[in-house]
């Protein structure tokens, strides 16, 4: 299917995060078919949808006379047949995180679906791929959103074992025409990408938290004046090229882990910036200029937080 035929998609679950998604959609040209048994929810959807557009207006990211057209292309309903029968290149579920809810969905999307609608979900932490058991298993893909999904850029775009390559790709293309940023995983793994990082950092402040180690506001504070800095500039991966792979492999030595991937990027003499060439390729550029570009950015980075009071709580 090519992508300029993507015209019409259907998100089933209107709350927390469906009714952002049908609002992204639509804020893109798409018709969207928005379904929820819940008829107040449904209501409650379109009015943060207004909401929401209008602070987008606010901000002028959208022209104030489209706020109305967008809405008009959200199509609510309570009745998930009615919302399938003009036609869905796309369905996406976000129903409540109940394995058999969803698997009963799925198995009435692939019933009332012609055989090309790409049927996805955007569960955070179910295995879709081994509780939904369709006929054609090649049209289910996961595309996770992050909270809110009118505003967070990144999608996570995740196959089951046997997820088609071209439901992949039409996906993460769709997504693309969204504005948005998909990341496509070549696997399911628990998490995606996001989760599991976010899983690990969950279980240290809930250490902190209840050892007494720092207050809420000290964790907070010291990840913002720290981390908060650096990650949007280099990542959780080149900020490794950073600190030098040599030490976070003698780090890691040390607390009796021993990692394959450092041992062969160490004994590569791929060490990080300082050698043009860690777990990124810095091209034969040399350290300083490498890191002169990089503390540019920390630079108007630190400068942006100060400037809108982020070191300070919400
Ligand atoms: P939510 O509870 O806010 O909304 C779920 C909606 O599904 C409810 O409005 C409910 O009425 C509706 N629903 C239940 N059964 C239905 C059915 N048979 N047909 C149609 N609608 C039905 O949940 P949420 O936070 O939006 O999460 C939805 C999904 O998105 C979950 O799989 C969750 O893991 C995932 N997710 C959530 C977040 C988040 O931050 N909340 C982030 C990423 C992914």
Same mark, same amino acid.
């Given at each position: 299917?090519?992508?300029?035929?993507?015209?019409?998609?259907?998100?089933?679950?209107?709350?927390?995060?469906?009714?952002?998604?049908?609002?992204?959609?639509?804020?893109?040209?798409?018709?969207?078919?928005?379904?929820?048994?819940?008829?107040?929810?449904?209501?409650?959807?379109?009015?943060?949808?207004?909401?929401?557009?209008?602070?987008?207006?606010?901000?002028?990211?959208?022209?104030?006379?489209?706020?109305?057209?967008?809405?008009?292309?959200?199509?609510?309903?309570?009745?998930?047949?009615?919302?399938?029968?003009?036609?869905?290149?796309?369905?996406?579920?976000?129903?409540?995180?109940?394995?058999?809810?969803?698997?009963?969905?799925?198995?009435?999307?692939?019933?009332?679906?012609?055989?090309?609608?790409?049927?996805?979900?955007?569960?955070?932490?179910?295995?879709?791929?081994?509780?939904?058991?369709?006929?054609?298993?090649?049209?289910?893909?996961?595309?996770?959103?992050?909270?809110?999904?009118?505003?967070?850029?990144?999608?996570?775009?995740?196959?089951?074992?046997?997820?088609?390559?071209?439901?992949?790709?039409?996906?993460? &293309? /769709?997504?693309? $025409? *969204?504005?948005?940023?998909? #990341? +496509?995983? %070549?696997?399911?793994?628990? !998490?995606?990408?996001?989760? =599991?990082?976010?899983?690990?950092?969950?279980?240290?402040?809930?250490?902190?938290?209840?050892?007494?180690?720092?207050?809420?506001?000290?964790?907070?504070?010291?990840?913002?004046? &720290? /981390?908060?800095? $650096? *990650?949007?500039?280099?990542? #959780? +991966?080149? %900020?490794?090229?950073?600190? !030098?792979?040599?030490?976070? =492999?003698?780090?890691?030595?040390?607390?009796?882990?021993?990692?394959?991937?450092?041992?062969?990027?160490?004994?590569?003499?791929?060490?990080?910036?300082?050698?043009?060439?860690?777990?990124?390729?810095?091209?034969?550029?040399?350290?300083?200029?490498?890191?002169?570009?990089?503390?540019?950015?920390?630079?108007?980075?630190?400068?942006?937080?100060?400037?809108?009071?982020?070191?300070?709580?919400?």
């Amino acid at each position: 299917m090519e992508m300029k035929d993507a015209k019409r998609v259907v998100v089933v679950g209107a709350g927390t995060m469906g009714h952002g998604i049908a609002q992204v959609f639509a804020q893109g040209g798409l018709e969207v078919g928005l379904v929820d048994t819940d008829p107040e929810i449904l209501d409650h959807a379109l009015r943060k949808a207004a909401s929401s557009l209008e602070l987008l207006a606010e901000h002028g990211m959208l022209p104030e006379e489209e706020v109305d057209l967008v809405l008009q292309r959200i199509h609510p309903t309570t009745n998930l047949e009615e919302a399938l029968r003009p036609g869905a290149d796309f369905v996406i579920e976000a129903v409540f995180e109940v394995p058999d809810l969803k698997r009963e969905i799925f198995e009435k999307l692939e019933s009332l679906t012609p055989a090309d609608t790409i049927l996805a979900s955007n569960t955070s932490s179910l295995d879709i791929f081994g509780i939904v058991r369709l006929k054609d298993p090649r049209r289910l893909v996961v595309a996770h959103w992050f909270a809110p999904p009118q505003i967070i850029p990144l999608v996570e775009v995740v196959p089951g074992p046997l997820t088609s390559p071209d439901a992949v790709k039409f996906t993460a &293309s /769709l997504l693309s $025409r *969204l504005g948005k940023r998909p #990341v +496509v995983m %070549s696997q399911f793994v628990p !998490g995606f990408i996001v989760n =599991r990082i976010q899983f690990a950092i969950i279980q240290a402040v809930l250490e902190m938290l209840e050892k007494g180690w720092a207050t809420p506001e000290e964790i907070d504070l010291a990840v913002k004046t &720290s /981390l908060g800095v $650096r *990650l949007p500039v280099v990542g #959780v +991966v080149q %900020s490794l090229d950073f600190t !030098g792979l040599r030490l976070v =492999r003698d780090i890691e030595l040390a607390a009796g882990r021993k990692s394959a991937f450092l041992e062969t990027k160490v004994s590569q003499g791929h060490l990080g910036a300082s050698t043009s060439r860690g777990i990124y390729d810095y091209g034969g550029r040399s350290e300083q200029e490498i890191l002169r570009k990089r503390d540019r950015l920390y630079l108007q980075m630190l400068r942006h937080l100060e400037t809108i009071k982020a070191f300070e709580p919400v």
